[in-house]
């Protein structure tokens, strides 16, 4: 089945610590992002990318950062420097439509 | 600038009856638009999108919806509303020339009475 996976689906972090999510597709698409999602707050872009080897930042990228090495991946670290990383995240790709992983909620301790 | 308005947080239907969510977009270029739905600690689910043609265009789970160019506006309607129809639903909007941006609407909640 073609689609976007992510992983882990939940995780917990203690203060200080870097945290990578993970997210594949096998859709072939050349567009990947991610996405914080609060309540209430909609969606807001972290990061995005166009191209392998090539990322640009989104409207709230502090404290995160990411690599696009290979076209099938696009991992997210969650840095230190993330004073309140707890949230849901999502991945998703694209070519002229936007699909999405099912998500993973990190929770800091 | 681009930007996204669903003017209603939260809306209650009873089950059985027609739904209408807002959605008014301000866009630069020529809009593609889509529908998206999210159940409780999921992703978002596509529902529909239009990138041209027919104005009127039907989605998934009997949701249609209608593009309105001289009101800026992509309204999701749904005849009958069932339980499962339950969640939050977003309005988002991308460029026809740019494949790789797209904005977010703050979404509706849906609430279904019995």
């Known amino acids: 089945d073609g689609g976007i996976t992510q992983s882990p689906k939940y995780l917990f972090r203690k203060e200080g610590q870097n945290v990578t999510l993970s997210c594949e597709q096998n859709?072939?698409?050349?567009?990947m992002y991610w996405y914080r999602q609060d309540p209430g707050q909609g969606l807001r872009l972290i990061y995005y990318?166009?191209?392998?080897?090539?990322?640009q930042k989104g409207d709230i990228a502090e404290g995160y950062s990411v690599s696009r090495e290979k076209k099938e991946s696009f991992p997210l670290t969650v840095t230190s420097a993330q004073k309140n990383p707890t949230a849901f995240y999502l991945c998703?790709?694209?070519?002229?439509?936007?699909?999405f992983g099912p998500g993973t909620r990190l929770t800091v301790l | 600038a681009q930007s996204v308005t669903q003017p209603d947080i939260h809306i209650t239907v009873s089950e059985g009856a027609s739904l209408e969510l807002r959605c008014n977009y301000s866009y630069g270029a020529t809009p593609y638009l889509f529908w998206y739905v999210q159940s409780p600690g999921q992703g978002l689910q596509l529902l529909l999108k239009?990138?041209?043609?027919?104005?009127l265009v039907q989605g998934i789970k009997g949701f249609e919806a209608e593009f309105k160019r001289s009101q800026s506006s992509f309204n999701l309607r749904k005849p009958s509303v069932h339980w499962s129809d339950a969640a939050e639903y977003f309005c988002a909007v991308g460029a026809a020339n740019n494949f790789n941006k797209f904005y977010f609407g703050s979404g509706t909640k849906l609430n279904v009475k019995p």
């Open positions: 998703a790709s694209s070519r002229d439509t936007q699909y």
């Open positions: 859709l072939n698409h050349d567009a």
């Open positions: 990318s166009q191209i392998v080897n090539d990322f």
């Open positions: 239009y990138f041209s043609g027919d104005t």
